[in-house]
Antibody, heavy 115, light 111 residues
Framework: QVQLVESGGGVVQPGTSLRLSCAVT????????MHWVRQAPGKGPEWVAG????????QYADSVKGRFIIARDTSRNVGYLQMNSLRTDDTAVYFC????????WGQGTLVTVSS | DVVMTQSPLSLPVTLGQPASISCRAS???????????LNWFQQRPGQSPRRLIY???NRDSGVPDRFSGSGSGTDFTLKISRVEAEDVGIYYC?????????FGQGTKLEI
């Protein structure tokens, strides 16, 4: 059974960094890529970043390009979202999802950027 | 990017009555593998979005059979045969065929 568990969220100040993790079971990152999706308070879901199964293609939303990095450790089957230069408008629940087009994600981890 | 347009954005319903939400894509979510990656989510108040339907018409485990999805091409529909109080919330469609994944604006269902 596919399971994704996000972790690493917390309260941080603007300008700082945070790394989110996504531990998966039921499939391998050697076969599937991954995505990160977020939902800010009172807003709809927003796609953040995606990486192909082979790691050769990464894509980012304009709002995070140059600040966030998506990565995977295929040996440990863990995905990451490195978030740098955080801004208050990055405050959201972050979800990781398997790249199979169906939008199945975990419970999410809350990131709050506030001074 | 593929634009997903939902209608209506607000849907007042009566308990026990049917409800229908439309989702139109600016580009077909039909993928080269023959699947159409059009998915529906429900977000109850205070909760995270929960997937209800994947690949147009496949209900997730635990989703009541009063929910059904249909459509093809660029037009898709989520139907609730008889609305119950627990169905209150916001419904989103999402296409997962083209990068970036994109979502509809959301339809708020209220009793």
């Amino acid at each position: 059974q596919v399971q994704l568990v996000e972790s690493g969220g917390g309260v941080v100040q603007p300008g700082t960094s945070l790394r989110l993790s996504c531990a998966v079971t039921g499939f391998s990152f050697r076969v599937y890529g991954m995505h990160w999706v977020r939902q800010a308070p009172g807003k709809g879901p927003e796609w953040v970043a995606g990486v192909l199964f082979d790691g050769n293609i990464e894509q980012y939303a304009d709002s995070v390009k140059g600040r966030f990095i998506i990565a995977r450790d295929t040996s440990r089957n863990v995905g990451y979202l490195q978030m740098n230069s955080l801004r208050t408008d990055d405050t959201a629940v972050y979800f990781c999802a398997k790249d199979d087009g169906t939008g199945y994600w975990g419970q999410g981890t809350l990131v709050t950027v506030s001074s | 990017d593929v634009v997903m347009t939902q209608s209506p954005l607000s849907l007042p319903v009566t308990l026990g009555q049917p409800a229908s939400i439309s989702c139109r894509a600016s580009q077909s979510p039909l993928y080269s593998d023959g699947n159409t990656y059009l998915n529906w989510f429900q977000q109850r108040p205070g909760q995270s979005p929960r997937r209800l339907i994947y690949k147009v018409s496949n209900r997730d485990s635990g989703v009541p059979d009063r929910f059904s999805g249909s459509g093809s091409g660029t037009d898709f529909t989520l139907k609730i045969s008889r609305v119950e109080a627990e169905d209150v919330g916001i419904y989103y469609c999402m296409q997962g065929t083209h990068w970036p994944w994109t979502f509809g604006q959301g339809t708020k269902l209220e009793i």
